[in-house]
């Protein structure tokens, strides 16, 4: 695997609690992003960065903020857990801009209660 | 009409025969096209990209694109059960349109001995 990892690798929660989500790199990447899969709709874009500090919205981001003051490190924090954030989250990294030639971390398996 | 569209399958083959995974999409400017292969549990695994019209061998694999009719598939010949995996479509949309890559929901490859 590409130097990516995701910590926890699952978690359970309960409803109306904050949840932090980490991906940590040492391939020195630029773009980082963070992806929900769910069946039925496949691979979705939360939100990504292109730099220590510069993030951006990805198509589904309510609910979700995300902060990288490292380049290594992007965090994915959901303020406010629901049900229909019951996902497995995947952070990938990539050298080129639109996530092209992603390499994925291994996921983390979400479910709130 | 979804911007990456892909058969769910099953799609069941039999050893040694050729596997067709096939995806449309439907932005005209999209200019990168990239499959990734999903074991059961697992992360995405880029294993093809192609960017120009036509076909790219890798091995086993075989990845056209046809723009015109917005149109890209993937083949693997000598299909082994160790194929057997859901294969992930993703488009990188044209400028001016999100600039990101976009995923389909999957086709799931089923090698049977």
């Known amino acids: 695997d590409a130097g990516i990892t995701q910590s926890p690798r699952h978690k359970v929660t309960e409803t109306g609690t904050p949840v932090t989500l980490r991906c940590h790199q040492t391939?020195?990447?630029?773009?980082m992003y963070w992806y929900r899969q769910d069946p039925g709709h496949g691979l979705r874009l939360i939100h990504y960065?292109?730099?220590?500090?510069?993030?951006d919205k990805g198509e589904v981001s309510d609910g979700y903020s995300v902060s990288r003051s490292k380049t290594e490190d992007f965090l994915l924090t959901l303020e406010s857990a629901t049900s229909s954030q019951t996902s497995v989250y995947f952070c990938?990294?990539?050298?080129?801009?639109?996530?092209?030639?992603?390499?994925f971390g291994q996921g983390t398996r979400l479910t709130v209660v | 009409q979804k911007e990456v569209e892909q058969n769910s399958g099953p799609l069941s083959v039999p050893e040694g025969a050729i596997a067709s995974l096939n995806c449309t999409y439907s932005?005209?400017?999209?200019?990168?096209f990239f499959w990734y292969r999903q074991y059961s549990g697992k992360s995405p695994e880029l294993i093809m990209f192609?960017?120009?019209?036509g076909d790219k061998e890798d091995g086993r694999f075989t990845a056209q694109l046809n723009k015109a009719s917005q149109y890209v598939s993937l083949l693997i010949r000598d299909s082994q059960p160790s194929d057997s995996a859901t294969y992930l479509c993703?488009?990188?949309?044209?400028?001016?349109?999100?600039?990101?890559?976009?995923f389909g929901t999957g086709t799931r490859l089923q090698v049977f001995p």
């Open positions: 990938a990294i990539s050298d080129e801009t639109g996530g092209e030639k992603a390499f």
């Open positions: 391939e020195n990447h630029r773009y």
């Open positions: 960065s292109y730099g220590v500090k510069d993030t």
């Open positions: 932005d005209r400017g999209s200019q990168s």
């Open positions: 192609i960017y120009s019209n």
């Open positions: 993703a488009v990188k949309l044209g400028p001016g349109n999100t600039d990101k890559l976009i």
